[in-house]
Nanobody
């Protein structure tokens, strides 16, 4: 499976960005997609997830501000990030696993994901 993130950049606090995760090499409908973020020297943090059946999860730190959705025609998952805060500044990664239970374990078992994108830098100026 191949994953390519895009859409990162610099934005002012309170602004919005939309990240994209283009997926190839898999049957998209069979996979759940998760977003993580990680700052060098810190642990990887689960952000949001969408299961193959459309079930969606968000971490407490982004719920109400971030929206995850997929475009199956484009094999792409998007994450619209609104009301951005300085503490959202970091590198965002997407990953995928087969099955409709990905969102049930993504917050605590990131080791189960073996394929990751290269990451997209998001910088929020305060």
């Amino acid at each position: 499976v191949q994953l390519v993130e895009s859409g990162g950049g610099l934005v002012q606090a309170g602004g919005s960005l939309r990240l994209s995760c283009a997926v190839s090499g898999i049957r998209f409908d069979d996979y759940g997609i998760a977003w993580y973020r990680q700052t060098p020297g810190k642990e990887r943090e689960a952000v949001s997830c969408i299961n193959s059946d459309g079930e969606i999860h968000y971490s407490d730190t982004v719920r109400g501000r971030f929206t995850i959705y997929s475009d199956k025609a484009k094999n792409t998952v998007y994450m619209l990030m609104s009301s951005l805060k300085h503490e959202d500044t970091t590198v965002y990664f997407c990953t995928a696993n087969v099955g409709n239970d990905v969102c049930q374990y993504y917050e605590t078992e990131s080791y189960r994901f073996t394929s990751w994108g290269q990451g997209a830098q998001v910088t929020v100026s305060s």
